[in-house]
């Protein structure tokens, strides 16, 4: 089953302002990576924070990492319509690549040019 | 960087027959795949975790027998979805546990 909910669902915002998507878990974590889909397409990593790290950036994104609160947030700073896909958070709980991954429902962001 | 080669990339078939999905490893070995399946607009489910030269691991409510797993070779793994039905219809994705961010381009089943 899913351990991860992420909220929103579905997120509207235009161009040049900000996203934040949250996700939750239930279980403990190595750790949380975030993923994007565009529509009908395979997915593509965007970043992995562990499970001994709070925050990480990587260009325009930043993902915060709360264990006590079984949280992580991803922030896309000054969105553009190529943003526009679904964003999924994924939790590892082994300690190699070879291990499992649990992805949240997602949220779906569109960003209006 | 690793790269996954999936295919066929979108199938319509029809129902009561068979469809094979292949994930190639390029230019490393995956001795682990893992096979999700994801419905319209929701998450992605695992269904199995292929080993290769061992018997695939299916998640619970996952039809061995429908879904068929072969994992023969270090580089090659595939789902064969039998006798479909358009409830089966769904986007498929392979992910190598070679590395953490290798996933194919996925297959999108649609069965008529």
């Known amino acids: 089953s899913q351990q991860g909910e992420e909220d929103p669902q579905a997120l509207s915002i235009q161009e040049g302002e900000n996203a934040t998507m949250n996700c939750s878990y239930k279980?403990?974590?190595?750790?949380l990576q975030w993923y994007r889909q565009n529509s009908g397409r395979g997915l593509v990593h965007l970043i992995l924070i562990r499970s001994n790290e709070r925050e990480k950036h990587s260009g325009r994104l930043r993902v915060t990492l709360d264990t006590s609160k079984k949280s992580s947030s991803l922030l896309i700073t000054a969105s553009r319509a190529a943003d526009t896909a679904s964003y999924f958070c994924?939790?590892?709980?082994?300690?190699?690549?070879?291990?499992?991954?649990?992805f949240g429902e997602g949220t779906q962001l569109t960003v209006n040019p | 960087g690793a790269v996954v080669s999936q295919h066929p990339s979108r199938v319509i078939c029809k129902s009561g027959t068979s469809v094979k999905i292949e994930c190639r490893s390029l230019?490393?070995?995956?001795?682990?795949m893992f096979w999700y399946r994801q419905f319209p607009k929701q998450s992605l489910m695992l269904m199995a975790t292929?080993?290769?030269?061992?018997?695939?691991?299916?998640e619970q409510g996952v039809e061995k027998d429908k879904f068929l797993i072969n994992h023969a070779s270090l580089t090659l793994s595939t789902l064969t979805v039998t006798s479909a039905h358009p409830e089966d219809s769904s986007f498929y994705i392979c992910?190598?546990?070679?590395?953490?961010?290798?996933f194919g381009s996925g297959t999108r089943l649609t069965v008529v």
């Open positions: 992910r190598t546990g070679t590395h953490y961010y290798t």
């Open positions: 279980t403990s974590i190595n750790n």
């Open positions: 994924a939790t590892d709980a082994g300690e190699t690549s070879g291990s499992r991954l649990t």
């Open positions: 292929s080993n290769e030269g061992s018997k695939a691991t299916y």
């Open positions: 230019d490393f070995q995956a001795t682990t």
